[in-house]
């Protein structure tokens, strides 16, 4: 039996790294967290306020037989590896590994995947160290602080306006959808007009009068000018200069997130996931290998060694006049740390040599990820740029042109940005200085207001204003999107009257607390905790100082809205039927509550599926008392079949149980049959 135990979050992740390691040592998964604050105590919030904010843990639901299992694993052990994701919630979680499943100190290591290929696993199990306190601070402070705001603005918003949730970021980040809206709403265009020269090949626009700036505002005014033009054109200057057009760093998590989204039309959330399988471990067929590194990164640092063997790559594929400078960060990094740049493995492991091995998302992806890190450390494509000022009456037109001249980077990056010439004509200044146009063009146009947030141009506005962390910036676009207090039209955020409503109400109440200046400084004090330059309690403790007065005040003063009339009257008594949220959703009652307790019973409509595999009824969608969706059959209690997934029509062809849909599947109810939905 293996002395050595290694515990990973990731499933998929345990039988990779075990395959590494060999019979000396069992891999197991916590699938993630095993513990998370209790509801107990004040207000729910599984934390003792008077006592220095201490947290009660308890295990999440679903999790104990797991923990009973992984403290036996723990017992027949000799050597511990807590080998969770290498970031804080990393950290947090290898801490409850420990303390719940009775690790003793001398007994346990912590160990840092970065990448999980064979060399890496093996050389961070060489090097091992201890749970950093701090960091388990850190995380444990910013999940306090979530539940604190969380548990109590979610109540006074439900009993007062009927909204679901309020959230620290999530709160903060719909302040800014909100305000964007009102801010496109109350824009006033403004008008402006523009006049082109049109000649056989090219154009020019008016752009200065007498060497200054022009500006036309009103159809006058350019009238005004174009009387004042001639038919010819002086040649007034040409500029040609070389300009070298850089590559962009490779990706850290925001920009692969905004990245992904504008360039392949991904989700945030699609990306992470993807993402996270890359890192995990593909099945190469002769080997499984992590093709990425690390996904939840802030650094665009690359390794020594990465380097190194990308230059080499470079030159051999493409020559030495393509090998370029690697990026430097604009903040200073420590060059101990240990966080990269999302970055593949290896740069011998191309896309195209391990397409057959992945999705089509996947693919895209990782691509994406190659290239982009690939084009970050070759050299810079070169421009020459042609700028053409043209004279008529003292009115200055120019024309401007470019074409590449050295494509650089841009040999393995053009998939990605443009590199499209655009060519001017050859002028000989000295034997034609005067040209002829065709035609000269006047257009009325008018400013435009400032374009609603799609999610890639939020997680870059969250960034920049340092609200959350890019590890949850996803979770906060769907939150938003589940509590309906956004709708999305043409991908772009649109808030809805009750996230407008909900950004008001806490405006009202909390406005020197939800407002990107205090959510900043949050995070802030939160980096300060996990480089221990902060007392994490401390932090919390003058946080609620100021707080929990104004949820009082707000519990008191905020004035509560009325439920929605149906516009029918109670059979009971004749008041007013009115729309209430219960528990398990909405539902119609009187408004008379509580002298009259009349509750409107709704008619369900009966949703069905298909023929019922057990006999001659149908099934049909069913809801628990919970609103849970399960199918059933209409015949019951004659026919008990009940299915949580939707049942499909046909049998299996292996054993002729009925089949079911699951995951984007149709597999069967009783063996491991299964085929793709489109198969």
């Known amino acids: 039996m293996p002395k050595n135990l290694v515990i990973v979050e990731s499933p998929s992740k345990s039988k990779t790294i075990e395959k590494y390691l060999g019979k000396d040592y069992k891999v197991v998964s916590s699938k993630g967290h095993i513990r998370d604050l209790a509801t107990t105590g004040k207000y729910g919030l599984g934390v003792d306020i008077e006592n220095g904010f201490t947290p009660n843990y308890t295990p999440i639901s679903g999790k104990k037989k797991l923990i009973s299992e992984l403290k036996k694993e723990v017992k027949n052990s000799d050597r511990i590896y807590l080998a969770t994701d290498p970031d804080r919630e990393g950290e947090a979680i290898s801490w409850h590994l420990k303390d719940a499943l009775g690790i003793k100190e001398q007994n346990y290591d912590r160990v840092l995947f970065h990448e999980i290929t064979k060399d890496k696993v093996l050389e961070a199990m060489k090097h091992p160290s201890k749970i950093d306190d701090n960091l388990v601070h850190s995380q444990e402070t910013r999940r306090i602080l979530d539940r604190i705001i969380g548990f109590r603005l979610s109540k006074l918003l439900q009993s007062k306006t009927g909204a679901k949730s309020a959230g620290r970021v999530q709160s903060v980040a719909l302040k800014l959808i909100v305000d964007r809206e009102r801010e496109i709403a109350n824009f006033v265009p403004e008008e402006y007009w523009t006049i082109t020269a049109v000649f056989s090949d090219f154009s020019a626009d008016l752009f200065q009068y007498r060497e200054e700036e022009i500006k036309l505002k009103t159809k006058e005014e350019t009238a005004q000018v174009l009387s004042s033009l001639g038919d010819t054109y002086t ?126 998302d996947e693919f895209k992806l990782y691509r994406f990820i190659y290239y982009r890190t690939l084009a970050s450390l070759m050299a810079d494509a070169k421009v020459l740029q042609t700028t053409i000022i043209l004279d008529n009456h003292d009115y200055q037109f120019k024309a401007t042109g470019q074409v590449f001249v050295y494509d650089g980077y841009l040999k393995v990056y ?178 008379n509550y509580p002298n009259c307790k009349y509750i409107k019973k709704e008619e369900s409509k009966v949703v069905e599926i298909m023929d019922c595999p057990w006999c001659d009824g149908k099934i049909v969608e069913r809801k628990t008392k919970k609103g849970k969706i399960f199918y059933g059959c209409n015949h019951y209690p004659t026919c008990k079949f009940a299915s949580w997934d939707k049942p499909v029509s046909g049998s299996c062809p292996n054993c002729g149980s009925y089949l079911v849909e699951k995951n984007q599947k149709i597999k069967c109810s009783s063996c491991d049959y299964e085929k793709g939905i489109e198969e």
């Open 235 to 360: 040649i007034q200057n040409i500029e040609q200069k070389q300009k070298a057009k850089k590559s962009k760093p490779p990706f850290i998590t925001s920009t692969l997130q905004q990245e992904a989204s504008t360039k392949l039309g991904f989700s945030a959330k699609k990306t992470m996931m993807i993402a996270q399988k890359l890192y995990e471990g593909i099945d190469l067929g002769n080997e499984t290998v992590g093709l990425i590194t690390y996904m939840r990164t802030d650094s665009i640092r690359l390794s020594d060694e990465f380097v190194s063997s990308t230059y080499h790559y470079i030159e051999d594929q493409f020559g030495k006049n393509y090998v370029g400078v690697r990026k430097q960060s604009k903040k200073t990094e420590n060059v101990q740390d240990a966080h990269e740049a999302i970055r593949p493995t290896s740069i011998l492991r191309t896309p195209e040599s391990v397409k057959n091995h992945l999705t089509d």
């Open 414 to 591: 053009h998939d990605y940005e443009s590199s499209e010439d655009k060519i001017l004509p050859q002028f000989d200044q000295e034997q034609h200085p005067v040209l002829t146009a065709e035609e000269v063009k006047e257009e009325q146009h008018f400013t435009k207001p400032p374009a609603r947030y799609t999610e890639a141009k939020l997680i870059k506005e969250m960034e920049e204003l340092g609200i959350g962390r890019p590890s949850t910036y996803a979770k906060t676009m769907d939150t938003l999107k589940e509590r309906n207090y956004v709708t999305i039209e043409d991908k772009k955020f649109v808030p809805t009257e009750m996230g407008m409503e909900t950004t008001d109400k806490l405006q009202e109440f909390f406005k020197d607390l939800i407002n990107v200046k205090y959510t900043a400084e949050m995070e802030d004090d939160l980096d300060k905790i996990a480089d221990g330059k902060k007392i994490w309690n401390q932090v919390l403790s003058s946080f609620y100082q100021l707080f929990e007065p104004r949820v009082k005040t707000a519990f008191d003063n905020m004035e509560k809205k009325a439920p929605t009339q149906t516009g029918e009257l109670c059979p009971e008594c004749g008041s007013p039927l009115v729309i209430r949220k219960g528990k398990y959703g909405e539902f119609t009652a009187c408004s």
